[in-house]
């Protein structure tokens, strides 16, 4: 059976429950708030589940800069979430990183057009969040946002804060 | 990574969530309905997208009786899910099925001993949803419930109800 399916599934669930109670007139800011919360919360989890497996198997990961960071989260982080690797890395070697996804998963269950752009902030605001926790509890704190041109193709901005 | 860990995350923000919209009067009541109706939805798309596949492959499935239906979910079903197999199964042959586990993943976060486990209904709704929803795609209307005597084991109890 396929296993991606029940984390699109629930993801998908969760846009529209919360949807259904955070709706009101903020223009979807407090329910696409409330996800990129829950995802923060997972991504640090998902880090703290692979810490302490790392350490279980004494393969501890090191991480000799930001670059190595970025490129754990596009490769071993989205594979495990997304069953894919992030299609494309960029940095202006200043802070900035955009990770390109060509076809996301939680976007292909939208239907593709221009008309259904306005819902995707929903469809994102989980991920957003799951990068800035993973990221958080690997020690960097970021600002993530997404922009979305042709669905499902979207790109993952990275704002690195310095401390 | 451990990609087991995205669904019991997941999950715990759910009822987090839907715990503290659904909170009020009626003893938990609203928000166990809520996990309940989520799990039958998931469970739902679970058994579409597995018939979908089934018919990409060629690979259809045979169910010859309600048995087999049970069967399927004590081991595909459960194993995609919760990447074990259901312990133990018995039925009375007129319609009620058991489904033993004996170490149920989401009881597993919650601390064993008695005082958590009045949390427990909350840990179980979406799963006893879940089931619901699966056997209802294979076409079989059932009553899901679930009981906890020593966390984290449980037993569902799956009542076909007949046309």
Same sequence: chains 1, 2.
């Avoid at 998902?46 to 490769?75: A, G, N, Q, V, W």
């Avoid at 969040?129 to 990275?158: D, H, W, Y």
Wanted: proline share 2%.
């Amino acid at each position: 059976m396929a296993e991606e399916a029940l984390f699109q599934l629930l993801h998908s669930e969760i846009i529209q429950y919360v949807n259904s109670v955070e709706s009101g007139e903020s223009e979807n800011g407090r329910c696409v708030s409330k996800l990129e919360g829950m995802g923060f919360r997972v991504g640090q989890g998902l880090i703290e589940r692979h810490i302490s497996d790392c350490r279980f198997t004494k393969d501890t990961p090191r991480f000799k800069d930001e670059l190595d960071f970025m490129k754990f989260i596009c490769k071993d982080f989205w594979t495990s979430v997304f069953k894919k690797q992030i299609d494309n890395l960029r940095t202006n070697h200043q802070g900035i990183y955009v990770l390109q996804d060509n076809k996301f998963r939680l976007l292909s269950q939208l239907s593709s057009g221009k008309q259904y752009l306005e819902h995707a902030p929903k469809f994102l605001a989980f991920t957003c969040g799951l990068v800035r926790g993973a990221l958080s509890n690997l020690g960097v704190k970021s600002i993530v946002t997404v922009e979305v041109s042709v669905m499902p193709a979207c790109k993952f901005q990275v704002m690195i804060q310095k401390m």
